[in-house]
């Protein structure tokens, strides 16, 4: 959204809203009254916009937020755009515009802003291309249409190594110091033309002048907040650091905003914004997909996530958008839907699985042979018979058992079958359902009823979702463009099995998109957390192979620590000193996060840092983490899926604890998919890091940690 006004637009920068809230707390209110009566009208008197002399840039201007502050801006040579670009106390306002360059870029047409530092102004005439340094074997013409800018080109020569790069981040446009990092990180050349060319959107030859077009270039709107309503204003200056909720990435914006002719499914590693981009593809259908009446379901694996989702949707939608969306966990809608329609069940989430599996297993043959213990009635239900949706003895002759350790013929499926159907008759005389069952019978009922309840179904954490809870999902809403949009990342599978959405009647050929920045966590903790996945395949949700292929983090910090103990009493001693030590670099303790890998190690460590004087913060299994309780935060390597903390301390990530000795088993398929788990599990811990990651132990170390 672009201001009108008097024929002039106002586009804000996203430097300028981050600068805003670092002005003297005094000078941060007048900032929001400033910038409401500047929309309102930029060009009147109380702006006083003053021409910068001196400025590399020549149409920089300077405006009057309060006696003490300065806004600069730029104005388009035609006079019909303004951007705000950054506040600071005046003179700070005025070095900071000395060497600021805002200008189109005559290759991908987007609106850039950079630094020219002095050395490159003295080396502007600098040799064309240099035999050594990071970029020397790209050739300048390759530099400019990756939206280098012509003026950066002796710098960026002269960047030798990666660190070069990254110290120069704010110095160079985001977009092509985004471009220059996948070049660093190794990819090839070609690949990173066609991610740029593919994102800079439908392009005729790039006119320098007009700012009014390219503001509508994706890489622009990836800095420059067009139009901002007075509520998305106040909630963009009262939390800077939450970018997400207005500057997406040309990649997201992509996805986001258009239509899609049927399902569609995006991939990407942790932290490359996958909700974000749920949560914004909910509010585009809300306020330009929906009729009065029409319905959005937005769901997730876990009722903390819906949660989260919920507020954060609430934090960027109208009213009225809202009323369009029902965020809820798939299980809940279930429970609910089918209470509604008086279902005789209950839903048992495994509370009375132990007495029934011991019940049914009493009824077995006396001639079965003692290798089909409890254990493989358990694994094979768990494995083969739920996810496959075997129902009948027939359907058990016929399913594939690949991969299982006890191989069986037809005598032996037909010999250990009535230990299922006992185990079923006893949930039917208890009145009880596992989940999986539930979703079929929703199914059921739902075709049955000949109802959708919904027009869209946005899905997130699809990794962890049942072949069950997508052939619900399917069966909830008509096919039609923009039916079903998921999101998942399989390399964070910590509960679910791997699914084929082509087998639930979720067809995503030619709809499936990949996110490839981490805003998350550093590239040193990302590259750690992916290395603990060593000899994981992972799938891609729908049968095929997916890889970490150009995925890289623009953030950079401390390599991932691993310090060992000689029991745990020196080890929770380490874990205070670290506590202490990161509270001094600043972090507040709200930040930190300590996990273990069960809940009652958790608590034991609670216990003991409590007694050394540091206050904690438990997030529960259902609880949401209450950002205003104080104390460091404590909780399952579990719990803290879909979370974020600046560090991570991964507790007790000893031998027996990673993977957890009690998941024993002799099958060779269950012991891999515990094992994947495991990993994905401390994959899943470490990425909810953004600065730091600390893994502590004490006794033998656990085999994950050996790279
Ligand atoms: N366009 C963006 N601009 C700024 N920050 C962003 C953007 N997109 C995502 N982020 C930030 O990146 C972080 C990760 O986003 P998000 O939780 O959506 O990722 P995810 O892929 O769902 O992560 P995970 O799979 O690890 O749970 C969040 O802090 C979010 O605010």
Known sequence: MTVMNQDVQVAIADNFIESCSKLPVDSREKAFRFLLKFKRNPLGQGANLEKLTMCRDKNLYSARIDKASRAILKKSESGSVLLLLWADTHDEAYRWAQ??????????????????????????????????????????RHLLKLGVPKALLPKIHRMQQKIDLIEAEDEVPRDCFEALTFLADGE???????????????????????????????????????????????????????????????????????????????????????????????????????TADQKILVTTFTKNL????????????????????????????????????????????????????????????????????????????????????VL????????????????????????????????????????????????????????????????????????????????????????????????????????????????????????SKKLKINYRTTDEIKTWAISVLQGVSVDDLDGGEDRFEQYTSLLHGENPCIRRFENVEKEVEGVVELISALKANGLAQESLCVVARTNSVVDSYGTMLNERGVPTYRILGTAIDERKKQGVRLATMHRVKGLEFDAM??????????????????????????????????????????KYVFVTGYGEQSPFLEM
């Not at 609106?111 to 050395?119: F, G, K, P």
């Not at 709107?221 to 901002?228: D, E, M, N, R, S």
């Not at 819906?306 to 798939?330: F, K, R, S, Y």
């Not at 891999?672 to 890091?689: C, D, G, M, Q």
């Open 99 to 140: 060497n600021r360059v805002c200008e189109i870029n005559p290759e991908t047409g987007a609106i850039q802003l950079y630094t020219v530092d002095e050395q490159t102004i003295a080396n502007e005439r600098a040799p064309e291309e240099t035999q050594t340094g990071l970029f020397a074997n790209v050739r300048d």
């Open 188 to 290: 090839p050349l070609e690949d990173v033309l066609l991610l740029v060319d593919e994102l800079r959107g439908e392009q005729e030859r790039v006119d320098t002048s007009d700012f009014e077009k390219a503001l509508i270039n994706p890489y622009s709107q990836q800095k420059f907040y067009v139009g901002p309503s007075e509520k998305e204003l106040k909630a963009a200056l009262d939390a800077p650091l939450e970018k997400w909720r207005v500057f997406l990435h040309p990649s997201q914006r992509k996805i986001v905003q258009r239509d899609w002719n049927g399902p569609v499914r995006l991939l990407g590693g942790a932290g490359t914004g996958k909700t974000v981009v749920a949560l914004h593809r909910a509010k585009w259908l809300a306020e330009n997909r929906c």
């Open 306 to 389: 819906a949660t989260d989702i919920a507020n954060n949707l609430a934090a960027i939608c109208l009213d009225g958008q809202m009323a369009h969306v029902e965020v809820v966990n798939l299980d809940r809608w279930v429970n609910e839907f089918l209470q509604r329609n008086n279902y005789r069940f209950t839903i048992d989430y495994g509370k009375q699985a132990d007495e029934l599996w011991r019940k049914a297993f009493e009824s077995r043959s006396d001639s079965l042979d003692s290798k089909f213990d409890e254990k493989f009635f358990r694994e094979e239900w768990a494995n083969i018979i739920q996810p496959e949706e």
């Open 392 to 511: 009948t003895l027939k359907e058990y002759f016929k399913v594939s058992r690949t991969g299982r350790g006890i191989r069986m013929g037809r005598k032996e499926r037909k010999l250990v079958w009535p230990v299922f159907e006992e185990y079923r008759v006893l949930q039917n005389e208890r009145g009880i359902r596992e989940p999986a069952d539930a979703m079929r019978d929703a199914c059921g009922l739902l075709q049955h009823m000949g109802k959708k309840p919904f027009n869209h179904v946005i899905v997130d954490e699809a990794q962890d979702m049942s072949s069950q809870a997508f052939k619900l999902l399917r069966t909830m809403v008509d096919e039609h463009p923009n039916d079903i949009f998921i999101t998942g990342d399989a390399h964070q599978r910590i509960y679910g099995r791997p699914v084929v959405l082509g087998r639930c009647g979720i067809e995503v050929r030619g709809r």
């Open 649 to 690: 301390i991964i507790a007790g990530a000893n031998a027996d604890m990673i993977p957890n000795a009690a998941l024993t088993t002799d099958d060779p398929m269950v012991k891999v998919s515990i094992l994947n788990k495991e990993r994905a599990l401390l994959h899943v811990a470490a990425t909810r890091a953004k």
